[in-house]
């Protein structure tokens, strides 16, 4: 069971999902504004918490903010609209848990459920630790999660690794949100000299900046209110081995200094401790941004930057990595079917053309998502057109620019209403294809028909 809050505007939503969840034995409460849900967080801890993206008076990304300061470990789903996919990712650095696209599907919901909910079991939700004594399992479970790709772009990129990957320097892996990061400092880790030692990654964009000194340094009992215990830190638990500093772009200013000093003394001293600990750690760091424009614009340190320039790659965006994407499909595929119990076998015919001339502003992590989607939306034995994203299937009807260096300053203030005269679009054109059958027309659209009636009625169709 858990203890979930619901913050979206629509009061239909917030009633649908209150209903739906307490079935299947959840605590839900809801609000209607990012405030409520800010007020409540301080009053009573939530595992997980369901976030429209596009509230009246408050942004998801603002209520992600002041919920990850106030709570640390409380899950934050982001619920948006698909046209918005490249902001929920983008959000997801900052330290959401997921994302999760309108329509909602009851199986999804709950699938999202259990996966905070199990993540939830460590004592830091921030970080992956892979140590010897676990080694087994989770290498058991990388094979079946990771690929590589084989097109000359992944080719290119894993000669890089395989240089770098037995020397001990420390890398800097740049990369869109979702590109697989990650899994590529996860490579580097596995074909190095320190591959039997632990590995920790860290979401720094889910460290606050009041907490972030005792989860990497560690401290000691009683060095701040709470701290009933000693607590080792993230660098100490890699000793030996490699930690990875994920969006080390976000990493507050001041912990950069700690930073700098453990780099280049290779010591640490924990909060509130009195002596310093010899540290032997290889450090891999990601970003999607340049840190040379961040250290430019006195987001990060130029001494750190340096200290951490000694190899660089960069790992191409999905979009780049054309002849892989029917691979990465069938992969995700089995993943899904897997993972939801399902005996989905391929793909019908133009779904991965389709694929192949969408950009995917998410890159692989909302590939893996559209197709898990897509699998529980599987009426037969294989995905169709109809079980995708309309916004996929149509990506010719919506004009948005995902290009990776577009900021958030760019997206026009009628975005909103953007997205909805495609949307108006997408429906005009499917309707008259299939000469106003509402039944076929939902069917084609992969939505119920009360949804097709409702969004008729929105758009005068």
Known sequence: MANILVIDDNLDICQLLKRFLTKKGHEVETTLTGQEGIDKVKSKAFDLIFCDFKLRKMEGRD????????????????????????????????????????????DELLHLIDRALA??????????????KDKPKKKKKSNSEFLKG???????????????????????IYGESGAGKENIARTIHA???????PFI????GALS?????????????????????????????????????????????????????????????????TSDKAIDVRILVASNEDLRLAVKEGKFREDLYHRFNEFSLVVPALRERKPDIEAFANHFLKLANE??????????????????????????????????????????????????????????????DHSPSESNEDVPADLKLAAAEAEAKVLKKVLAEVKYNRTKAAKKLGIDRKTLFNKMKEYDL
């Open 339 to 400: 993972e939801l119990d399902k005996e989905v076998d391929g793909f019908r015919d133009k779904v991965i053309d389709t694929f192949l001339n969408y950009s995917w502003p998410g890159n692989l992590r909302e590939m893996r998502n559209v197709i898990r989607r897509a699998v529980l939306l599987a009426e037969g034995d294989k995905i169709s057109l109809s079980s995708l994203p309309q916004e996929i299937v149509y990506a010719d009807k919506f004009d948005f």
């Open 191 to 197: 074909e190095s000299k320190r591959a039997d030692q």
């Open 63 to 106: 209520v992600l903010a002041q919920v990850k300061t106030i709570s640390p470990k409380t899950k934050v789903a982001i619920i948006t609209g698909y046209a918005d996919v490249k902001i929920a990712v983008e959000v997801i650095k900052n330290g959401a848990f997921d994302y999760i696209t309108k329509p909602l599907i009851p």
């Open 209 to 273: 900046k009041e907490l972030a000194g005792s989860e990497l340094w560690g401290h000691e009992k009683g060095a701040f209110t709470g701290a009933t215990n000693s607590k080792p830190g993230q660098f100490e638990l890699a000793h030996g081995g490699t930690i990875f500093l994920d969006e080390i772009a976000n990493l507050p200013y001041d912990v950069q200094v700690g930073l700098l000093r453990l780099v280049q003394e290779k010591k640490l001293r924990r909060v509130g401790g």
């Open 150 to 172: 084989s097109g000359p772009k992944s080719q290119k990129l894993y000669k890089e690794v395989s240089l770098v990957a037995p020397t001990d320097l420390s890398v800097i």
């Open 119 to 132: 993540s939830g079991e460590s004592d830091t939700p921030s970080q992956a630790i892979e140590t010897k």
């Open 201 to 204: 990654a860290i979401d720094c």
